[in-house]
């Protein structure tokens, strides 16, 4: 089983996702978890769709029951949609799999209970009631 690291930006500035890559390099080094184990799924895209390949490759392979957790540096990197977010969610949790936000890290603990403070959380401009 893998550990997965999701990484997107919303544009292509040249640096920005070779930059979150190497700060969950870096991380995931000091978590102790070995590099042959890593499997990045890096993209541009909009937050807001779903139609972004690596995100898809990231969802097919916890599918396959092949990744046991994956890394984000906060959970607005997999979705600013948070109706896809919490299908995301689900699926994550059908299958078994952790998700550690690195910015939020009581995310996982929260997630069962209070999703929507979350949300709020991570969305403030979405104005979720």
């Known amino acids: ?12 500035d040249g640096i920005s996702l070779e930059i979150q890559k190497e700060d969950m390099k870096s991380i995931l080094q000091e978590a102790g978890v070995p590099e042959q184990d890593i499997v990045f799924y890096a993209e541009y895209g909009s937050g807001i769709s779903a139609k972004r390949e ?16 994956v890394y984000v540096k906060n959970v607005s990197r997999l979705s ?17 799999v952790t998700l550690v936000s690195i910015q939020q890290p009581k995310f996982s603990e929260e ?12 969305f403030p401009a979405a104005n979720v009631v």
């Open 80 to 96: 600013r949609d948070f109706v896809l977010l919490d299908k995301i969610l689900h699926l994550l949790e059908k299958h078994h």
């Open 54 to 69: 690596e995100l898809r490759r990231l969802l097919h392979d916890v599918k396959g029951g092949n990744i046991q957790t």
């Open 111 to 122: 997630r069962q209970s209070e999703f929507l403070s979350i949300v709020k959380n991570c």
């Open 1 to 12: 089983m893998k550990t997965a690291c999701y990484c997107r930006c919303a544009y292509d």
